[in-house]
């Protein structure tokens, strides 16, 4: 049986997280005093270190909802202390997502904590512990989102607008394509417990390779091209340009691009 100190060091916030969270407190600092001699290194820091935070976020929202689902086992596992290193697949949850946003500015939905489901009973605490990681996402995209659909960007400087709305992006796109209901990512886990038990079976051996399908299709042209065209009709009504969400991706790969081409 866990003593209180067990679970108070179980849910102890990890160094590591604390680490990541001081890099993008600091280099959200020196984009919005333009602090940084080249402002593209500190977008990249800021948005990066901000972008691993929210998979963090995403994370562990799942194992919280799992903990009051029924599943004391997650504390153990060290899902509580927010640490990335914790993780199941750390290369899934943190490393690939992060390649895909240097590479291609995409958010992708990151890899899986261990959710002992056998533990849990009932239909709708299964569908809302895979619903809560996506909605970490959408919660991080109302909050980067914000200052444009508030109005409220008098003083804001335009280094910094450009990091919240590409940042903005990265949640929009993450949380969209995990609430697809496909095998092995969230949306399925949200829909599969009212599926019938048969139909998960013929399902089950598929669920490994889901992922790696939205992937490739985000590369066929009509499709990817369909995608983001929606991203960025959903980020106007938020009050986000594609002109701010460009600007931001093209100062994150600050090693590409001049400063000067967004007037920063």
Known sequence: ??????????????????????VMAVSGWAVWTDFASSPGVAIFLFVS?????SLCLHEYAHARTALHSGDLTVGAK???????????????????????????????PGGAVFI???RIRGRWRHSLISAAGPLTNV?????????????????VPLAFRYALAFLAMLQITAALLNLLPVPGLDGYGVVEPWLSHGFRRKIEPYAPYGFFVVIALLFV????????????ALLQSLGVRPFDRSCGWELYRFWETAPEVCGV
């Not at 049986?1 to 001081?22: D, G, K, N, Q, Y």
């Not at 270190?49 to 935070?53: G, K, L, P, T, Y």
């Not at 991080?140 to 508030?150: D, G, S």
């Not at 042209?221 to 960025?232: E, K, R, S, T, V």
């Open 139 to 155: 919660l991080f995209a109302v909050v980067c989102t914000a200052p444009f659909w508030l109005d409220a960007l008098d003083g």
């Open 116 to 118: 002992e489901r056998h």
């Open 78 to 108: 060290g899902y509580l202390t927010l640490n990335p290193l914790a993780y199941t697949h750390a290369v899934l949850s943190i490393i690939l997502p992060l390649l895909f946003v240097i590479m291609g500015g995409i958010g992708l």
């Open 221 to 232: 042209p009509a499709i990817g091209g369909a995608f983001f065209d929606g991203i960025d």
């Open 1 to 22: 049986m866990p003593t209180a100190t067990t679970r108070r060091h179980e849910r102890r916030i990890s160094p590591v997280f604390l680490a990541i969270l001081a």
């Open 49 to 53: 270190a901000a972008w691993i935070v």
